[in-house]
């Protein structure tokens, strides 16, 4: 318990028992004292106020960050009253930290209509999810410490905890060409960019700015020209969200496994350069629209923290509806959380796209090595020529695969450099 | 830090010293042979219990610290009280109950520190001060006002060394700047009450013996030193229930809170702060809080504006004073439905129009307020 109590409490029982024993027994000394000490209780009291209500504090810190990332946070602390203040407390919840509050000391004395700047740092010590940040509470005492009122401020943010991102290995062989930079940028078909291709008649929709006048004057008929497409690196995930998948609980779920490597995959192939997008069908859609940079991989994490597996719908449904915006040319991955896919679908869905020439990948987690909540785990010897099975079907397709199981370290597993061909 | 610890133990002696010194002064016949002795036993006492605090910091855990701490919150008032009630009712022994409070502060030096107890030696120095009080005459202006003034030092000072002991890399404040803080809150108060004890002394001691014995030794100050033995009783009682309540609360798991390394990396003038910052938030609320403000002073004034009421009808239900209100209504409709914040001039303006139409708005008494018809 705070000290002051036993002080405040000392004060106020010497003046009830001065004040009686005063009045009792007449002695004007005692009931002066009583009433000394009560004033020195009530000035205490309007001086704490009056110091609290000066103070002013805000905070400023990142709204997001990665697992185990350092984040420091900048506390503003500004007295707007008449008198220094000193040994200001300042008291900072940080969702992602483990300790429940922060807190702060500004040991002062800070004179009025002065700021001062503290700053701390903390461990981004929990799992990935979304956190608050705050309130903010700020308490000082009166000079004796008899009162310390404290006032919180409702300085709630948001903050978001990635989870950590590996590089994946044989990623970066995907979807790039001999090249002196990281991707081709353009492919040498008709397109719009601004490298010239060729001529060709005029067709009806055609823009009259492209009509090629040269040629048009050579052949007496319309002639337009033609630019190459554009072509940069592109990664495309599906995402599995279907509730049937769930197994496991806490870090050895699927749910953690399917969200860490999305993370990671989206996280490399954004640091290389690709474009990015995600497409996931949980209750809630998950659509990350293609984009490029860190801060389009902000976006994207920012959502995939968001996601539960408590979607009806199967990935292959989702891949095989949303193929139009996967370009040509491009890399595709479904992240599943199961092997048990339907083979006739999932045919389809790889050979479409091999026939687009995108590179597809096959991640699956074999949902069968968690803690089962509400469907049995299969037998393993089920679970190996599934996995055979699925060997087989994406040596057909030309496509990747790797397989997650419980066993597996994640982070080593992703990190190893022919994680994508080790199935 | 150690700046602060050493002046709170010597606040604490010095609080004894002056406590006990005043108490003998007061009845017994003065003698300095016998001051510096109680000063000296108090140093030593102090001294000991200090090293005694260090030789016990490594032993015990804290529950049987507690524990201890709790059997000398339940034992050491109880005898205190005792020897102010022996005094009250009879002055004559009231001597031999200094020296028992002596002893007692004693105790309580000695065992304060290494138990966490210091309060109890503010408690005994007060009883003392109280039986100095008694007698009255100088002893009792000192022990008094000085009970008063140090005590309130070395509350400060314990709260900035307390404060300070979840951060120990934080650089103490000087302790002048401590006692000075502190001595700016005490001034007031010690003032008025040395003049005051000076001003209205009570009886010399020899009168106190002579007069107040037939009223103190009368069955109605026997009854009342028999009740405030009872009081004592039940406060220790009372007192150690609510201990062991806490001890149970103490279970529950306490939140973790980390003291984080703090220090200042920048102090900086603050801006003066404009009006358009609106003190107490954006421009748009400004304006918007001064129409609530007529709102609640035309419903203090009986007009009956239900909530569906839009700015226009309630304009012409109110209709008086005309012009302010016409303008304010204007006002609070651009601010609270137009696209941009309300310029500086336009919340001076709401504002002085709201107090105009307030001005004009009389309150009416709440029985009187449903007859009001709409104006």
């Known amino acids: 318990m705070d000290s002051g109590v036993f002080h405040r409490a000392l004060l106020l029982v010497a003046s009830g028992l001065c004040l009686s024993v005063g009045l009792l027994a007449g002695i004007p000394a005692l009931v002066a004292f009583a009433l000394a000490a009560l004033l020195v209780v009530g000035i205490a009291w309007n001086t704490a106020r009056r110091r609290l209500s000066g103070l002013r504090v805000s905070r400023r810190a990142a709204g997001s960050a990665f697992e185990d990332e350092e984040v420091r946070v900048e506390v503003a602390l500004e007295n707007r009253g008449r008198a220094p203040v000193s040994l200001v407390e300042v008291g900072d919840a940080f969702g992602a930290a483990l300790a429940d509050r922060k807190a702060l000391l500004d040991p002062g004395p800070l004179p009025p209509g002065r700021r001062h700047r503290l700053a701390y740092r903390t461990v981004c010590s929990r799992l990935w999810g979304a956190y608050l940040v705050g309130p903010l509470t700020v308490s000082v005492s009166d000079p004796l410490g008899l009162f310390t009122p404290r006032r919180v401020l409702p300085d709630v943010r948001p903050f978001d905890l990635f989870p950590r ?259 | 830090m150690s700046d602060l610890l050493l002046a709170r133990r010597l606040a604490l002696y010095l609080l004894s010293l002056l406590a006990v010194a005043s108490a003998d002064l007061a009845w017994r016949a003065p003698s300095a042979l016998r001051v510096i002795g109680q000063a000296a036993v108090l ?122 002991a979840a951060w120990p890399r934080i650089p103490a404040p000087p302790v002048r700047l401590v006692l000075r803080d502190a001595s700016r809150l005490l001034a007031v108060p010690v003032v008025l009450l040395a003049v005051t004890v000076a001003v209205l002394p009570p009886p010399p001691p020899a009168v106190v013996a002579e007069t107040r014995r037939p009223t103190l030794t009368r069955p109605e100050m026997q009854r009342v030193t028999v009740w405030l033995t009872l009081v004592a009783l039940a406060g220790t009682g009372g007192a150690a229930l609510v201990f062991r309540w806490l001890r149970g609360r103490g279970d529950e798991a306490p939140p973790l809170i980390d003291a984080m390394e703090t220090h200042v990396e920048a102090e900086e003038v603050l801006e003066p702060e404009s009006y358009e910052d609106a003190r107490y938030g954006p421009s748009r609320g400004r304006v918007v809080r001064a129409y609530l403000r007529f709102l609640a002073r035309a419903r203090e004034a009986g007009f009956r504006l239900e909530r569906h009421l839009t700015p226009g009808e309630i304009q012409d239900r109110v209709r008086r004073p005309a012009d302010p209100l016409a303008v304010l209504t204007d006002l609070f409709l651009d601010a609270r439905y137009g696209p941009d914040e309300p310029s500086a001039e336009a919340v001076h303006r709401a504002e002085a129009e709201s107090r105009a139409v307030c001005a004009g708005l009389r309150i009416l008494p709440r029985s009187a307020r449903r007859t009001v018809e709409t104006a």
Request: net charge neutral.
């Open chain 1, 165 to 423: 991102v590996h590089p994946v290995g044989g990623l970066e062989r995907l979807g790039s060409r001999s090249s002196f930079v990281a991707a081709d940028p353009t492919l040498a078909r008709a397109g719009q960019s601004a490298l010239y291709f060729g001529v060709r008649d005029f067709r009806a929709g055609d823009e009259v700015r492209r009509v090629h006048w040269p040629a048009t004057a050579r052949s007496s008929a319309p002639m337009v020209k033609q630019f190459e497409q554009d072509l940069s690196p592109y990664f495309t995930l599906f995402l599995d969200l279907t509730r049937r998948h769930r197994a496991g609980t806490g870090q050895k779920s699927t749910l953690e496994y399917v969200v860490r490597t999305a993370a990671s995959l989206l996280a490399s192939a954004a640091r290389r350069g690709d474009t990015v997008q995600l497409f996931g069908e949980g209750r809630r859609a998950l659509l990350v629209p293609p984009g490029r940079g860190d801060l389009h991989l902000a976006l994207a994490l920012d959502q995939l923290i968001r996601v539960r597996q408590d979607g009806a719908h199967d990935v292959l449904d989702l891949a095989l509806r949303e193929q139009a915006a996967v370009p040509p040319g491009s890399t595709a991955a479904l992240l599943s959380a199961s092997l048990f896919l339907d083979d006739g679908r999932l045919s389809e869905t790889l050979g479409s796209w091999q026939a687009r020439r995108i590179r597809p990948v096959l991640v699956a987690v074999d949902q069968d090595s968690f803690l089962p909540i509400d469907v049995r785990s299969r037998p393993r010897g089920d679970v190996q020529a599934r996995t055979e099975e699925l060997r087989s079907l994406c040596h057909a397709h030309g496509a990747l695969l790797a397989v997650l199981g419980a066993e597996h370290d994640l982070e080593l597993e992703l990190m190893r450099s022919d994680w994508l061909e080790s199935a």
């Open chain 2, 43 to 164: 140093s030593l006492s102090q001294a000991l219990g200090t090293l005694l605090a260090d030789a016990l910091s490594g032993l015990g855990a804290a529950s049987a610290r507690r524990r201890a701490r709790g059997v000398a919150f339940a034992v050491f008032p109880l005898p205190g009280l005792f020897a102010l009630a022996v005094a009250l009712a009879a002055p004559h022994i009231a001597g031999q109950a200094v020296r028992a409070l002596t002893l007692l502060q004693l105790a309580a030096l000695l065992l304060g520190e290494a138990l966490g107890v210091e309060i109890l030696v503010l408690w005994g120095a007060l009883l003392l001060g109280v039986v100095a009080a008694l007698a009255g005459g100088p002893p009792a202006v000192v022990g008094l006002a000085g009970f008063l003034a140090v005590s309130g030092a070395f509350f400060s000072l314990d709260h900035a060394a307390r404060r300070l």
